[in-house]
């Protein structure tokens, strides 16, 4: 069983390169946005609360992220393992988990703040499907319209310049440090995400000393 915690800045690739890994390993790829995401479009008591702190670029809080997690992970549908996206975000958190779970080992996607707002800011949703799109390497064949069902493609709530530029912040202060408590039991390979997805991938397993993708 293999247990893994991706990190990074948004845009850094995190759930790109948690599907590739999870595809071949057999793991569940947890992604923590996704569940704050599905709250948000249902319109549930906690995706109200996580839509006032997305829409500002502020972390969710930690008593509300730990409960999240907590529940996701005690539904053991992981029998081979998982690795999780989005989580932990401060030290708090990680304390958290490396009291509740072992891990064999912490992700990180490192790229520079510009490259973090040219990605970020590229990214599109589709208003129906809900499809993600990129304009700078995932462009859809009609300009602004989803190829999937046609839906008109708008930016995500969060995604302004101010929102990127207050994420980045928080990062940096409330995320970046918790590499350091993950690194004194030596978990932490570095990546450099700027490359493209199969250079990245293939640098992240022979970090981790895995097999080279299939």
């Known amino acids: 069983m293999r247990k893994y915690v991706i990190i ?10 948690s599907l590739l890994l ?7 790829h947890i992604s923590v946005g996704d569940v704050f995401r599905w709250h948000v479009q249902n319109h549930t008591k906690l ?33 081979y393992g998982f690795i999780i996206d989005g989580f932990p ?18 992700i990180h996607l ?4 510009d ?22 390497a995932d462009r859809p064949t009609q300009e602004g319209r989803c190829d999937v069902c046609g839906g008109e493609l708008v930016a995500r709530e969060d995604d ?6 207050e994420r980045l912040r928080n990062y940096r202060e409330k995320t970046a440090p918790i590499l350091e408590l993950f690194g004194r039991k030596e978990y932490v390979v570095t990546v450099d995400a700027r490359p493209g997805i199969d250079a990245v991938q293939r640098t992240l397993r022979e970090k981790l000393g895995l097999p080279a993708p299939r």
């Open 110 to 113: 490192d790229l520079p703040d």
């Open 47 to 79: 995706g109200a609360q996580v839509r006032r702190a997305m829409a500002a670029g502020e972390l969710v809080g930690d008593d509300l992220v730990e409960g999240v997690v907590r529940d996701r992970l005690e539904q053991h549908d992981w029998n």
């Open 22 to 28: 999870a595809r071949d390993l057999d793991l569940v």
């Open 160 to 165: 302004t310049e101010e929102a990127v530029t």
């Open 89 to 106: 975000r401060s030290r708090r958190q990680a304390e958290f988990f490396l009291e509740s779970y072992d891990i064999d080992g912490v």
């Open 8 to 17: 990074g800045a948004q845009g850094s690739g995190k759930g790109t390169q």
């Open 115 to 136: 490259e973090v707002r040219r990605r970020v800011l590229a990214r599109r949703l589709c208003s129906e499907c809900g499809m993600d799109y990129n304009l700078i």
